[in-house]
């Protein structure tokens, strides 16, 4: 089987979205000997390759995240898929027919679709964020901005399980790291609490939400909903935002996929979206609902990729017939 991308082919299956969910139904659709393609956006890996250390993948005690998702690619890339480092930016069905475009303008046809695009960084909305955000001291992703605020003072915004990771994480580089939590209590998982507890250069400032950005171009502090040491201002360097993802819904409602009031993916226990041919898994899907982890993404990717093969068996030979023209014909 061919493992280069090929403009014009119809494809069994294309999965949107390079990262658990989608790797993992790029690895059963490969053994399925679908033709597949992964269109893997502008973050290969996804959020597991920035995860940090994982140590909650069954099979695999302790590894980097970014260890653990280059293995799962190797792993289907073994198998037959290919890859192409391009973004979706829409889609359209017709008779058993997709057409993805991407932002590039290239057009990629296939029989199934499996989306698995994750979901967005949700940020704080307050001015300037945009601006700050481009290389001038706020990030979203300590894992890949922490090692840049080495021997310096850094503020994470957020009160979960990846903030308090991420907060260790930090505590190696920085000299001191402030979590800024709008609640009464972290609420992370009890081995990483326990492990965050421990560090000494790390202060939580509960209840406390950030108003404003201070400092200009380059972010030097924050002012605080409420007053930490006799003022509501924080000299800090470096500001990471950790308070969730929301989803983008645009893809599926393009095609007419019912989404839930939050905008996740509707699906079955299949992974079968409320349209025909197209299947959804990981983080972007509601069944999820609240348990975002990488061996649920993983498994849904299975199941979503079984789900494809077997419809796809249903609709013969004879699916897609519309775009199965010479290579030549088709846009660059
Ligand atoms: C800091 C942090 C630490 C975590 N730690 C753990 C942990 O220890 N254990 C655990 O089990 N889980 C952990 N998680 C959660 C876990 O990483 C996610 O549940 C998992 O990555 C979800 O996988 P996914 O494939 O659904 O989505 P994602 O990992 O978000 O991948 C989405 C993929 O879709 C691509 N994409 C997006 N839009 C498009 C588009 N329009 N076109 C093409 N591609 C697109 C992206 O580039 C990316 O490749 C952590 C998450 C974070 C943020």
Redesign the pocket.
């Known amino acids: 089987m061919s493992t280069e991308v090929q403009p014009g082919t119809v494809y069994d299956t294309i999965i949107?979205?390079?990262?658990?969910?989608?790797l993992s139904a790029a690895l059963y659709a490969g053994r399925y000997l679908m033709k597949t393609l992964v269109?893997?956006?502008?973050?290969?890996?996804?959020?597991?390759a920035?995860?940090?250390i994982?140590?909650?993948?069954p099979g695999v005690p302790h590894v980097d995240?970014f260890e653990l998702i280059r293995r799962m690619r190797e792993q289907a890339a073994g198998f037959g898929a290919t890859f192409a480092s391009?973004?979706?930016?829409g889609a359209s069905s017709e008779q058993h027919c997709f057409t993805v475009r991407t932002k590039g303008g290239t057009d990629y046809y296939s029989k199934t679709l499996i989306l698995?695009?994750?979901?967005k960084h949700r940020h704080l909305g307050l001015p300037r964020e945009g601006e700050l955000a481009n290389g001038k001291g706020l990030s979203y992703c300590?894992?890949c901005d922490g090692p840049l605020y080495k021997g310096k003072i850094i503020a994470i915004v957020g009160g979960g399980?990846?903030s308090v990771?991420?907060a260790v994480l930090a505590a190696r580089y920085a000299t001191h790291v402030y979590l800024i939590t709008m609640e009464h209590e972290l609420h992370a998982e009890p081995v990483n609490l326990e492990e965050f507890k421990r560090l000494e250069n790390v202060t939580v400032l509960y209840d406390t939400v950030v108003t404003e950005f201070k400092g200009e171009p380059r972010l030097a502090g924050v002012k605080l909903s409420r007053s930490h040491e006799g003022t509501d201002e924080l000299a800090v360097e470096g500001l990471f935002v950790?308070i969730g993802e929301v989803p983008?819904p645009e893809?599926a409602r393009s095609l007419g996929v019912a989404l839930d009031e939050h905008g996740l993916i509707e699906v079955d226990p299949m992974m079968k979206t409320s349209v025909d041919g197209v299947y959804a898994?990981?983080?972007?899907v509601n069944e999820t609902g609240s348990f975002?982890?990488?061996?649920?993404?993983a498994a849904q990717g299975a199941l979503a990729a079984t789900s494809a093969y077997r419809d796809l068996g249903m609709h013969g030979g004879n699916a897609c017939a519309i775009h199965a023209r010479p290579a030549a014909h088709q846009p660059a």
């Open positions: 949107v979205g390079g990262g658990a969910a989608g269109l893997e956006g502008a973050a290969p890996g996804g959020d597991t920035v995860a940090w994982v140590e909650n993948y995240g391009e973004e979706a930016a698995a695009h994750g979901e300590v894992t399980d990846s990771k991420g950790e983008s893809l898994c990981g983080d972007t975002k982890q990488i061996v649920v993404g």
